[in-house]
Structures are given as structure tokens and as C-alpha cells.
């Protein structure tokens, strides 16, 4: 019984490493890593004396056929938690998202009555 288990776990071990394995080939194939690339220092370099012109083009306006759009997140690298110090109902927010606030500026007007009457 003993080495029928450790048989059984042996060969979900090897499952688990081909499928790891799998994995990264797989993400070095996505960022082109199977591509054949140029080695540093093989590109034949101009001739001196020759210029090259660069190449232009001419502005045209044109209907796109084609769009495309890459749904994603954004979100700020740092975020800013604030709560009160008391339990009150919220009267007032003078600011909006994204303003920029200085230290000390009313962030918003709680209800006095609520925490003055206890």
C-alpha cells in the first residue's frame, strides 16, 4: 500500500513539473523568445562618407477601418484612507476625486448635532 502511494505521488509530482514546464515555455514563446534574433554586433554599418536620408512620409486624412481596444485597470501607485474620528452624518464634500488637497483642508462637513447632544 505504502508504495502504491508513493507511486500515486510520484507521478502527480512529474504531472505538476510537465505542466510548470508547459507553462513557461509557453510564456517564453508569448514574449518571442523563439524568434530568431540578430546578435549584437552582425548588422554591416554605413560606409563613411555615405548618408543615408531618412525616410518621410506625408500626413493624409483617412477613415480608420480598424479599431481596436485593449480593456485594462488603472490605479494609483498610492492611496490616501481617511475616515473620521467620529460617528456623524455627512453634510457636505467640497472635493471631488482627483483635486489635489492641501494638509489642514476641510475634506468634508459633518452633522454637530449628532456628536455634540452625547
Known amino acids: 500500500m505504502n508504495t502504491l502511494k ?5 507521478q502527480q509530482l512529474i ?3 510537465a505542466a510548470i514546464a508547459g ?7 508569448m514574449q518571442g523568445g523563439f524568434v530568431g534574433k540578430t546578435a549584437p554586433g552582425t548588422r554591416p554599418t554605413a560606409q563613411p562618407g555615405l548618408t543615408a536620408r531618412p525616410a518621410t ?6 477613415t480608420i477601418d480598424e479599431i481596436m481596444a485593449w480593456p485594462a485597470h488603472v490605479s494609483a ?8 474620528k467620529i460617528t456623524a ?30
Open 6 to 10: 508513493s507511486a500515486h505521488t510520484r
Open 15 to 17: 504531472y505538476a513539473a
Open 23 to 29: 507553462l513557461i515555455l509557453m510564456l517564453v514563446w
Open 57 to 62: 512620409a506625408q500626413a493624409a486624412l483617412q
Open 77 to 84: 501607485r498610492s492611496v490616501a484612507q481617511i475616515a473620521p
Open 89 to 118: 452624518r455627512i453634510l457636505a464634500i467640497p472635493v471631488k476625486a482627483g483635486d489635489r488637497v492641501q494638509a489642514g483642508q476641510v475634506l468634508a462637513r459633518l452633522d454637530a448635532g449628532a456628536w455634540q447632544a452625547g
